[in-house]
């Protein structure tokens, strides 16, 4: 492979990835989440954008990357019970968002289609 077509292919791959942090980033702005235990909202996320995400892609794509700790809450069971529920920071679900976008589609292509938790729901 010449190195002209190497730098191009590179930059291809470079602009899908950030393509998928972006996607997921919305996924997640579209999903409304508590901030977790930065105190960090979609909101203030936005203040930064650009270089938030960016930053995320980068520490991504060189395996420096490390989710922060998860905030945890309480909340009301039916039966009156509670159960501790996980809140992870905007660029822990951005990061869940991109590892999905590319574990999926490789696991859907094993998942045998008999398997429970591969089909339709019923309801």
């Known amino acids: 492979m010449t190195k002209d077509k190497y730098v191009v292919l590179k930059a291809y791959k470079e602009a899908k990835d950030k393509y998928v942090v972006l996607k997921a980033y919305k996924e997640a702005k579209a999903n409304r989440g508590a901030p977790g235990i930065d105190k960090q909202s979609i909101s203030v996320f936005e ?29 009301d069971k039916s039966d009156g019970g509670k159960r501790i529920l996980g809140i992870p920071t905007v660029k822990d679900r951005i990061a869940q968002g991109v590892a999905k976008a590319y574990i999926e589609p490789r696991l859907e292509e094993v998942f045998h289609e008999d398997s429970p938790s591969h089909q339709t729901p019923c309801w």
Do not use: C, H
């Not at 930053?55 to 309480?74: D, H, I, K």
């Open 47 to 75: 203040m930064d954008l650009k270089n938030n995400l960016y930053q995320l892609w980068n520490r991504m794509a060189s395996g420096s990357y490390f989710p922060a700790a998860t905030r945890y809450v309480e909340i």
